[in-house]
C-alpha cells in the first residue's frame, strides 16, 4: 500500500500535533519537494563532488549518486544504505569514453566516436545529465533519429522494481511484472512514444517492492525524444530515445533524475517542483484575476451543443434542472451560436466557446471544413514543406498542415489569425477552444520563405495561445479582449497559456482510432470493417459522438482488441492522477471531446468516479436532436449537481496526497489543497470502511457532513 504526498504539511507550530507516521511520510516526501535542506547547483555542494576509476559521484537529496561515464550506468546509494539503480548501461555503443574531469558546475567527459560531451552536476537536489552533440550537421530530416542518438537511461530495471509510472493521458502506474501490460494485449511493448506529444508530461518513474523509494525522470529537452517499453523476462523496462540533430533544435539532451519515497505519484510531484522552479508553472488563480470569466470554470463540466441545443429554450432547460456552471462549446458551422444564443448562456452562468484550429489548410470544396478555409493564397502557401519538399498532409490527409512560422511572419500585417479570431467571437463569446495547438504534434518546415525548426514551432503556438488568453490579438480597438482559452491533450508546456484542455484527461490507447474510424484490419482507404462506432449522421446528432457503443456492438473478431483496449484506459487498478498532481491548480482537465460520457455506458460508473476523485469535469454532447437527450441532461444535472462544490472548493488548490488504500488498489483517496477537499472512490464490488462499491465520498473544510455519490443511483 502506497501513501500520500504531503509536501507542505510541516508548515508552522502545527508540527508537534502531527502523528509520527504522517511525520514519516512527510519527510519521504520531502526527498521531491524539496523541503529539507539537500545538495543544489550552488558551488558549495560541487566541492562534493567526486571524480574516481572513470566514475562520478554527484550528491543528491537523499542520498549519492554514481555516474560511470565509460556506459551511463547511474546508481544512487540512499542515506539508509539502499542502492537504487537509476539506469541501466545505455543500450547502444557509445565507443570509448575519455576520462572524466571536474569542472566548475560538477564533471565532464565526452564521446569522440559518438560525436557527444557528457556534463553531470547536481541541481536542487537532482543529478542532472546533459549529453550534448560536438559534429552536427543539421541535416537529418524530421522523423529521421537525427544526426546521432543514444537509447538512455534504460530505467526500471532494479531487480526490486515493482511498478512503473508512465504519463499517458491522466496518468498510469503498472505493476513491472503484470502478464496484461507485458503481453500484446497491453499494446505497451514495443511501441516508441514521443514525449512532446504522445505523453502528456516529459516524465515518469518507477518505484520499489518496499513501498518506500524510487526515482523519477525529467527530460525538459523533451522534443526528439520518445520512450519505449520492452518486455524481459516478464518484467517491464522503459528506455528512453533521443535523436541529435542541429536543423531540428534538438542538439541537447538533458535528464533529471530523482529520488522519491515511491508514492504511485511521487514523479509528478518532482515534476511540478521542476516547473516551479523554472518559472514554468501556470497559476488557475492568477488566470482568474486577469480573466474573471474563467472562475466560470469551477465548478463547470463541459460539453458540446448541436443543433437546438445551442438555442435559449435548451439552456433554459438545463437551469431549470439544477446546472448551475456549463462550458458550452460548438462547431464553426452554417448555424453558430447567436448574439442571442452567448446571452442566454452568459445568463445562466456557462461560459461559451467556439471550436477553431489553425492548423489545417484546403481549397474549398462542399465538404471542406470551414475551419480548414482561408483568405488569399494562404493555402498551399503557408503548407509546411517536408525534407522532400512536398506539403505536410493535413488531418485525415486532406490539404496541409500551416506553418505557426509562416502565420507568425505574416500576422504582423495581414492579420489572418487576428480576424479569424475576431469573427468567432463576434457573438459576445467569452471562450475559445483552438484544437491541435497544444496536443504537441510539432513540424519542422523546410519551405525557406518560413523555415522553422520544432522548436520554433512550439514557441509559435504559445505565442498564438498567449495573445488570445490576454487579449492582445486583437489590438483594433485598444482594449484588450481575453478569452478563457482551451486546447486539445495540452501537454504540461502549455499550462501557462491555457485555462482547459480536452483530452489529457484521457490515457489513449493506440486501439482506440480503429474503433473510431471502423478499420481494424485495413486502411483508411477502404471500406470500414466494423461500423459499430458510428458515422457522421444524422445531422446535429453524429453517430460518432451519440450513440453509446459496448464491446458487444462490435464484431466478434474485434471484440478482444476492444476490452484490452478499455481496461487500458479505464481499469482503476492501474490509474493514477500523475497530471493533476502536477497541473490540478494551473488549468482544468477534461477527457477528450469525442468520448464524451454517454459513449461508453459500460465504463459510466467508473468515469464518474474518477471525475471526482481526481476534481476534473466530465463531457457531454448535447442535442435535441438525440434521442437520449432527456436522459443525457438528467445525468449531467445529478452529476454537475454533486461536482459543483467540491470543485469550487478545490479546483485552483494542488492535490497534495493520493493513496491506495487497499492492495487491489481499488479503493483511492485523494486530498487537495492539504486537506481542502478529501475524496475517497470505491472501484470495488464490497464496502470499505462503510463506503459501498461504486460510490464516492467527499468532505470540505469547513462544510459539515460527507456528501456520497454512488453513480449508478443517478445513471444509466
Given at each position: 500500500m502506497h501513501t500520500g504526498t504531503h509536501?507542505?504539511?510541516?508548515?508552522?507550530?502545527?508540527?508537534?500535533?502531527?502523528?509520527?507516521?504522517?511525520?514519516?511520510?512527510?519527510?519521504?516526501?520531502?526527498?521531491?519537494?524539496?523541503?529539507v535542506a539537500s545538495a543544489t547547483g550552488s558551488s558549495a555542494s560541487q566541492l562534493r563532488v567526486r571524480v574516481h576509476d572513470g566514475r562520478v559521484d554527484v550528491p543528491v537529496r537523499g542520498g549519492t549518486a554514481t555516474v560511470d561515464a565509460a556506459t551511463l550506468r547511474a546508481e544512487a546509494r540512499t542515506e539508509d544504505g539502499r542502492v537504487v539503480?537509476?539506469?541501466?548501461?545505455?543500450?547502444?555503443?557509445?565507443?570509448?569514453?575519455?576520462?572524466?574531469?571536474?569542472?566548475?558546475?560538477?564533471?565532464?567527459?565526452?564521446?569522440?566516436?559518438?560525436?557527444?560531451?557528457a556534463e553531470v552536476r547536481a541541481d536542487h537536489g537532482r543529478l542532472l545529465v546533459t549529453l550534448t552533440g560536438t559534429a552536427l550537421t543539421g541535416t537529418a530530416p524530421t522523423g529521421s533519429g537525427g544526426d546521432t542518438s543514444v537509447r538512455w537511461p534504460v530505467t526500471a530495471t532494479d531487480p526490486a522494481a515493482a511498478e512503473v509510472q508512465l504519463p499517458r493521458g491522466e496518468?498510469?502506474?503498472?505493476?513491472v511484472d503484470d502478464p496484461f501490460w507485458n503481453s500484446s494485449d497491453g499494446a505497451l511493448v514495443g511501441e516508441e512514444q514521443e514525449l512532446s506529444s504522445q505523453l502528456s508530461m516529459p516524465m515518469w518513474g518507477y518505484t520499489l517492492r518496499s513501498g518506500r523509494a524510487g526515482v523519477s525522470y525529467i527530460v525538459p529537452t523533451d522534443i526528439g525524444t520518445s520512450l519505449t517499453f520492452a518486455s524481459q523476462d516478464g518484467r517491464l523496462r522503459a528506455t528512453a530515445k533521443h535523436g541529435f540533430a542541429a536543423?531540428?533544435?534538438?542538439?541537447?539532451?538533458?535528464?533529471?533524475?530523482?529520488?522519491?519515497?515511491?508514492?504511485?505519484?511521487?514523479?509528478?510531484?518532482?515534476?511540478?517542483?521542476?516547473?516551479?522552479?523554472?518559472?514554468?508553472?501556470?497559476?488557475?488563480?492568477?488566470?482568474?484575476?486577469?480573466?474573471?470569466?474563467?472562475?466560470?470554470?469551477?465548478?463547470?463540466?463541459?460539453?458540446?451543443?448541436?443543433?437546438?441545443?445551442?438555442?435559449?429554450?435548451?439552456?433554459?432547460?438545463?437551469?431549470?434542472?439544477?446546472?448551475?456552471?456549463l462550458w458550452l462549446g460548438y462547431d464553426s458551422d452554417d448555424s453558430p451560436m447567436t448574439g442571442e444564443d452567448v446571452k442566454a448562456a452568459e445568463a445562466a452562468g456557462y461560459l461559451v466557446g467556439p471550436y477553431d484550429s489553425f492548423a489545417n489548410g484546403q481549397q474549398k470544396t462542399d465538404d471542406s471544413s470551414p475551419n480548414s478555409v482561408w483568405p488569399d493564397d494562404v493555402y498551399p502557401r503557408f503548407c509546411v514543406l517536408r525534407a522532400d519538399g512536398t506539403p505536410q498532409p493535413g488531418f485525415h490527409k486532406k490539404g496541409c498542415y500551416l506553418s505557426s512560422q509562416a502565420f507568425e511572419q505574416a500576422e504582423p500585417q495581414q492579420h489572418y489569425l487576428a480576424d479569424r479570431t475576431r469573427s468567432l467571437v463576434a457573438n459576445g463569446a467569452d471562450s475559445y477552444f483552438l484544437d491541435v495547438d497544444a496536443a504537441g504534434e510539432l513540424f519542422r518546415d523546410f519551405d525557406p520563405a518560413?523555415?522553422?525548426?520544432?522548436?520554433?514551432?512550439?514557441?509559435?503556438?504559445?505565442?498564438?495561445?498567449?495573445?488570445?488568453?490576454?487579449?492582445?490579438?486583437?489590438?483594433?480597438?485598444?482594449?484588450?479582449?481575453?478569452?478563457?482559452?482551451?486546447?486539445?491533450?495540452?501537454?504540461?508546456?502549455?499550462?501557462?497559456?491555457?485555462?482547459?484542455?480536452?483530452?489529457?484527461?484521457?490515457?489513449?490507447?493506440?486501439?482506440?482510432?480503429?474503433?473510431?474510424?471502423?478499420?481494424?484490419?485495413?486502411?483508411?482507404?477502404?471500406?470500414?470493417?466494423?461500423?459499430?462506432?458510428?458515422?457522421?449522421?444524422?445531422?446535429?446528432?453524429?453517430?460518432?459522438?451519440?450513440?453509446?457503443?459496448?464491446?458487444?456492438?462490435?464484431?466478434?473478431?474485434h471484440q478482444a482488441r476492444v476490452a484490452a483496449a478499455l481496461k487500458a484506459m479505464y481499469d482503476p487498478r492501474y490509474r493514477v492522477p500523475l497530471y493533476e498532481t502536477a497541473l490540478h491548480g494551473s488549468l482544468v482537465n477534461v477527457e477528450r471531446w469525442e468520448l464524451p460520457f454517454s459513449k461508453l455506458p459500460e465504463q459510466k460508473t467508473t468515469r464518474a468516479l474518477l471525475a471526482m476523485l481526481d476534481n476534473t469535469p466530465l463531457n457531454f454532447v448535447l442535442s435535441d436532436k438525440d434521442p437520449r437527450d432527456g436522459q443525457n441532461q438528467r445525468e449531467l444535472a445529478a452529476l454537475q449537481q454533486y461536482f459543483a462544490p467540491l470543485h469550487q472548493a478545490a479546483g485552483t488548490r494542488q492535490l497534495t496526497s493520493f493513496r491506495w488504500l487497499t492492495g487491489d488498489h481499488l479503493v483511492q483517496r485523494t486530498v487537495f489543497g492539504d486537506g481542502t477537499l478529501t475524496v475517497t472512490a470505491n472501484f470495488g464490488s464490497t464496502v470499505h470502511d462503510g463506503l459501498p462499491g461504486g460510490c464516492v465520498d467527499a468532505t470540505v473544510r469547513g462544510r459539515p457532513g460527507t456528501q456520497r455519490l454512488c453513480p449508478a443511483d443517478v445513471v444509466s
Open positions: 509536501t507542505s504539511s510541516l508548515a508552522g507550530p502545527a508540527r508537534r500535533h502531527v502523528p509520527r507516521a504522517v511525520l514519516v511520510l512527510a519527510v519521504a516526501t520531502a526527498l521531491v519537494s524539496g523541503t539503480l537509476l539506469s541501466a548501461p545505455a543500450d547502444q555503443g557509445l565507443g570509448r569514453a575519455s576520462d572524466p574531469v571536474r569542472t566548475a558546475s560538477g564533471a565532464a567527459w565526452s564521446y569522440p566516436e559518438k560525436g557527444l560531451r496518468g498510469l502506474s503498472l505493476p536543423g531540428n533544435g534538438t542538439g541537447a539532451y538533458t535528464v533529471a533524475f530523482s529520488l522519491t519515497d515511491g508514492s504511485p505519484v511521487a514523479p509528478a510531484v518532482d515534476y511540478r517542483n521542476w516547473l516551479a522552479e523554472h518559472g514554468q508553472l501556470g497559476s488557475l488563480s492568477e488566470k482568474i484575476k486577469q480573466n474573471p470569466q474563467t472562475a466560470k470554470l469551477l465548478g463547470a463540466f463541459h460539453a458540446y451543443a448541436w443543433g437546438g441545443a445551442r438555442r435559449p429554450a435548451y439552456l433554459d432547460r438545463l437551469k431549470e434542472l439544477g446546472v448551475s456552471r518560413h523555415a522553422m525548426t520544432m522548436d520554433e514551432d512550439r514557441a509559435n503556438r504559445l505565442a498564438r495561445m498567449r495573445r488570445l488568453t490576454d487579449g492582445s490579438y486583437d489590438a483594433s480597438t485598444g482594449r484588450p479582449a481575453p478569452l478563457v482559452l482551451g486546447s486539445e491533450s495540452a501537454g504540461s508546456w502549455a499550462n501557462q497559456v491555457l485555462a482547459f484542455d480536452h483530452g489529457s484527461g484521457t490515457p489513449v490507447d493506440g486501439r482506440l482510432w480503429a474503433m473510431e474510424s471502423g478499420h481494424f484490419d485495413n486502411g483508411p482507404q477502404d471500406p470500414k470493417d466494423d461500423g459499430a462506432w458510428g458515422g457522421y449522421a444524422p445531422e446535429q446528432a453524429a453517430a460518432t459522438f451519440f450513440k453509446p457503443v459496448r464491446t458487444t456492438d462490435f464484431k466478434p473478431e
